[in-house]
């Protein structure tokens, strides 16, 4: 047997370590300081309805980073119900009926007929094209989008480099092709589902690797069968089991343990666990300021971890509903043309019109609701802090009303979740959608290692570290614990994580 291993929370990216390590021969020990294990990927069940914590898509399913644990291991714990893009749909701020969205590399440019149910039909006769053209899509916009589209699909390796090397952001990038305000807010759209921040902040480097191997992926949208989300940390856990790894709820972590620079362990409450590898889940600014102290590393260091900033945190409303609202898809957007189609309609203090995102978990899987009921889940994005949460749900509310006119009469319940939930579910300050903003910034050479500095046997793992680790939401989380892994295995060079 290797040297034991603490994992410090049970989230994607500590599991997916704590995996590999135990199949490793190590002796692995997850501490969580939640009653369940996931983080935000996670779910829970009220009334015979099941809900995710957040909102989740799965862009590869096992085509990606969650395949290769299992595949390392040898183990078949998790499957995925695919394609769910060709079941993804769109509705827009006062128009009528439902379009197909499928953002995939065999439908993009696809000109696609609206369809739902006859009412729907009748009701949406036109193109989605008609449709676009009344949001002030224009034949010129269509020809920027393709020139736009072009260069992303043909980005070849070396000048994807070069995009990490210049520091752009999404806006710079697009500016470069057009000012059309229908594109840039089509790619604010897609930002805020995939990295939870805007344009102007946003790497496009980052936005352009992430897009072309998971959005334009072949496999798919996919979702875990079983409980929801839940279903992918289980089964991750299940290999560390498996493996002789055991896994502690109820056990939050008070502070990691050094001496002469070296990791010791961990103090739960007054109890110290000894371990030379110790390896976070938390953010890599919380494991850093507050779990070790800065007294154990350079000034130069410190600053660059207190000045890390997260992506925009969100709202989601977790809808119960006495019978189906959306009959055929099984992902919607809620999509407004612009930030302000409300104007002047709530006054100062507001939240601007984001839209909103989510699946209808019992249309991917019928189990997640009772007989002749659905489960949807739709979310927003707001600020971590600030806005009178009261107002801003209530004003949001009548938003989602405005997409679903029969929402009230067939309501069983609804859920709200705020920034708050986040942070009880990840442990993250603020309760980030992404512990790490993407930023040019804080991606490619500037994104914090998992190898802490200056500790031996410290580790960092999940959105927050990772230099070479990449995905969207739980797969970016899953890539950096997988890495990490490696590297500790000796089957990578520590320089690349």
Same mark, same amino acid.
């Given at each position: 047997?290797?040297?034991?291993?603490?994992?410090?929370?049970?989230?994607?990216?500590?599991?997916?370590?704590?995996?590999?390590?135990?199949?490793?021969?190590?002796?692995?020990?997850?501490?969580?300081?939640?009653?369940?294990?996931?983080?935000?990927?996670?779910?829970?069940?009220?009334?015979?309805?099941?809900?995710?914590?957040?909102?989740?898509?799965?862009?590869?399913?096992?085509?990606?980073?969650?395949?290769?644990?299992?595949?390392?291991?040898?183990?078949?714990?998790?499957?995925?119900?695919?394609?769910?893009?060709?079941?993804?749909?769109?509705?827009?701020?006062?128009?009528?009926?439902?379009?197909?969205?499928?953002?995939?590399?065999?439908?993009?440019?696809?000109?696609?007929?609206?369809?739902?149910?006859?009412?729907?039909?009748?009701?949406?006769?036109?193109?989605?094209?008609?449709?676009?053209?009344?949001?002030?899509?224009?034949?010129?916009?269509?020809?920027?989008?393709?020139?736009?589209?072009?260069?992303?699909?043909?980005?070849?390796?070396?000048?994807?480099?070069?995009?990490?090397?210049?520091?752009?952001?999404?806006?710079?990038?697009?500016?470069?092709?057009?000012?059309?305000?229908?594109?840039?807010?089509?790619?604010?759209?897609?930002?805020?589902?995939?990295?939870?921040?805007?344009?102007?902040?946003?790497?496009?480097?980052?936005?352009?690797?992430?897009?072309?191997?998971?959005?334009?992926?072949?496999?798919?949208?996919?979702?875990?069968?079983?409980?929801?989300?839940?279903?992918?940390?289980?089964?991750?856990?299940?290999?560390?089991?498996?493996?002789?790894?055991?896994?502690?709820?109820?056990?939050?972590?008070?502070?990691?343990?050094?001496?002469?620079?070296?990791?010791?362990?961990?103090?739960?409450?007054?109890?110290?666990?000894?371990?030379?590898?110790?390896?976070?889940?938390?953010?890599?600014?919380?494991?850093?300021?507050?779990?070790?102290?800065?007294?154990?590393?350079?000034?130069?260091?410190?600053?660059?971890?207190?000045?890390?900033?997260?992506?925009?945190?969100?709202?989601?409303?977790?809808?119960?509903?006495?019978?189906?609202?959306?009959? =055929?898809? !099984?992902?919607?957007?809620?999509?407004?043309?612009? /930030?302000?189609?409300? $104007? &002047?309609?709530? #006054?100062?203090? @507001?939240?601007?019109?984001?839209?909103?995102?989510?699946?209808?978990?019992?249309?991917?899987?019928?189990?997640?609701?009772?007989?002749?009921?659905?489960?949807?889940?739709?979310?927003?994005?707001?600020?971590?802090?600030?806005?009178?949460?009261?107002?801003?749900?209530?004003?949001?509310?009548?938003?989602?009303?405005?997409?679903?006119?029969?929402?009230?009469?067939?309501?069983?319940?609804?859920?709200?979740?705020?920034?708050?939930?986040?942070?009880?579910?990840?442990?993250?300050?603020?309760?980030?959608?992404?512990?790490?903003?993407?930023?040019?910034?804080?991606?490619?050479?500037? =994104?914090? !290692?998992?190898?802490?500095?200056?500790?031996?046997? /410290?580790?960092?793992? $999940? &959105?927050?570290? #990772?230099?070479? @680790?990449?995905?969207?939401?739980?797969?970016?989380?899953?890539?950096?614990?997988?890495?990490?892994?490696?590297?500790?295995?000796?089957?990578?060079?520590?320089?690349?994580?």
């Amino acid at each position: 047997m290797k040297e034991n291993v603490i994992i410090i929370g049970a989230g994607i990216g500590g599991l997916t370590a704590g995996a590999l390590l135990a199949h490793g021969g190590h002796k692995v020990t997850v501490l969580e300081k939640n009653s369940y294990i996931g983080g935000a990927c996670s779910s829970y069940e009220k009334n015979g309805y099941t809900f995710d914590r957040a909102v989740h898509m799965f862009s590869m399913g096992l085509n990606g980073p969650f395949g290769r644990i299992f595949d390392r291991c040898g183990l078949e714990y998790l499957k995925f119900i695919k394609h769910i893009n060709e079941k993804t749909a769109m509705k827009i701020y006062k128009q009528e009926g439902y379009f197909p969205l499928d953002i995939n590399i065999n439908s993009l440019f696809k000109t696609l007929q609206p369809r739902g149910s006859k009412k729907e039909a009748s009701s949406s006769s036109r193109s989605i094209m008609g449709s676009l053209k009344n949001m002030g899509f224009t034949k010129n916009t269509m020809k920027d989008l393709m020139a736009v589209m072009t260069s992303i699909l043909t980005m070849t390796k070396k000048k994807l480099n070069k995009l990490y090397e210049d520091e752009l952001t999404v806006t710079q990038w697009l500016n470069m092709f057009t000012q059309d305000t229908f594109i840039h807010g089509i790619f604010a759209f897609l930002l805020a589902g995939m990295f939870a921040i805007g344009n102007a902040k946003a790497s496009v480097a980052e936005f352009i690797h992430c897009f072309k191997t998971e959005l334009m992926s072949q496999e798919g949208y996919q979702y875990p069968i079983g409980g929801g989300a839940q279903a992918i940390p289980d089964a991750i856990a299940k290999v560390i089991r498996h493996f002789g790894g055991e896994i502690l709820t109820n056990s939050p972590v008070k502070s990691i343990v050094i001496k002469g620079n070296k990791a010791q362990g961990v103090m739960v409450g007054e109890e110290l666990i000894e371990a030379p590898i110790v390896v976070s889940n938390l953010s890599i600014k919380w494991t850093i300021l507050s779990l070790v102290g800065k007294d154990y590393f350079e000034r130069k260091y410190i600053e660059k971890i207190e000045n890390l900033t997260p992506s925009l945190s969100s709202m989601t409303f977790k809808l119960a509903l006495k019978k189906p609202m959306i009959k =055929k898809w !099984s992902f919607i957007n809620c999509y407004h043309p612009t /930030l302000h189609d409300w $104007g &002047d309609k709530y #006054g100062p203090g @507001a939240p601007l019109s984001n839209g909103f995102f989510g699946p209808v978990l019992s249309n991917i899987n019928p189990k997640l609701a009772p007989k002749g009921h659905q489960t949807a889940i739709f979310g927003t994005l707001v600020p971590s802090k600030g806005p009178d949460w009261e107002r801003w749900t209530e004003i949001y509310w009548e938003d989602l009303q405005s997409f679903f006119p029969d929402l009230d009469e067939i309501l069983d319940f609804v859920d709200v979740s705020y920034p708050k939930d986040i942070v009880a579910a990840t442990g993250k300050p603020e309760g980030p959608v992404e512990g790490l903003g993407l930023t040019p910034k804080q991606t490619g050479k500037y =994104k914090p !290692s998992s190898l802490v500095h200056q500790i031996e046997g /410290l580790y960092a793992v $999940g &959105d927050t570290a #990772g230099k070479t @680790a990449h995905g969207i939401g739980t797969q970016h989380a899953c890539d950096s614990g997988f890495k990490c892994a490696e590297a500790i295995l000796g089957n990578i060079e520590i320089r690349l994580i």
